[in-house]
């Protein structure tokens, strides 16, 4: 059992954080990471049971695209028929399913939860999550909370973060 300091609550062993409070328990110091070679990924590849039907991901699947028009990458949007789009923060439990982080998303003013994108029958919808910085569609400021639907080749703006979207024939 790993005690507290906080609020002296009795927390299981290997736990982070106080069930009770949520303060911290393992400090800093005391967590190590280990780096592993690209020789323990290949062994562990070399175990993966492959049949006929395994292909790695490509993107042909993808029932569309975001572009990034700063940088020029692509972002697929797979088989699934929705995503949250956003970007992580340290410390923060928000995880959109599509993190802009990597991309200047904070300096660009993208929100942690900033839109949603869905395929929808033959639509593609676009919603802003009620982001401090907005969303335009083509220049457009879109409203809050607002179903607005996208079309091949329009550009949205999540802040100052400017992405294409390039749909397949649905």
């Not at 699934?80 to 992580?88: H, L, P, S």
């Not at 340290?90 to 993208?110: F, H, K, T």
């Amino acid at each position: 059992m790993i005690v507290c300091s906080n609020c002296k609550h009795s927390n299981m062993a290997g736990a982070m954080f106080c069930a009770e409070c949520g303060a911290q328990l393992a400090g800093k110091d005391s967590l190590t990471t280990q780096n592993i070679s690209t020789q323990q990924f290949e062994k562990i590849n070399d175990r993966i049971p492959r049949n006929d039907s395994y292909q790695p991901f490509d993107g042909s699947d993808a029932w569309g695209s975001l572009h990034l028009l700063d940088t020029g990458q692509v972002l697929p949007l797979s088989s699934r028929n929705e995503f949250t789009m956003g970007r992580i923060s340290e410390g923060q439990p928000i995880m959109p399913d599509i993190d802009l982080s990597p991309y200047q998303a904070y300096a660009a003013g993208v929100s942690r939860l900033h839109a949603v994108i869905k395929r929808d029958g033959n639509r593609i919808i676009f919603i802003d999550l009620g982001s401090a910085n907005g969303t335009y569609i083509n220049g457009k400021r879109l409203a809050s909370n607002v179903e607005q639907v996208l079309n091949h080749g329009d550009i949205i703006a999540l802040g100052k973060l400017k992405l294409q979207v390039l749909v397949k024939n649905l």
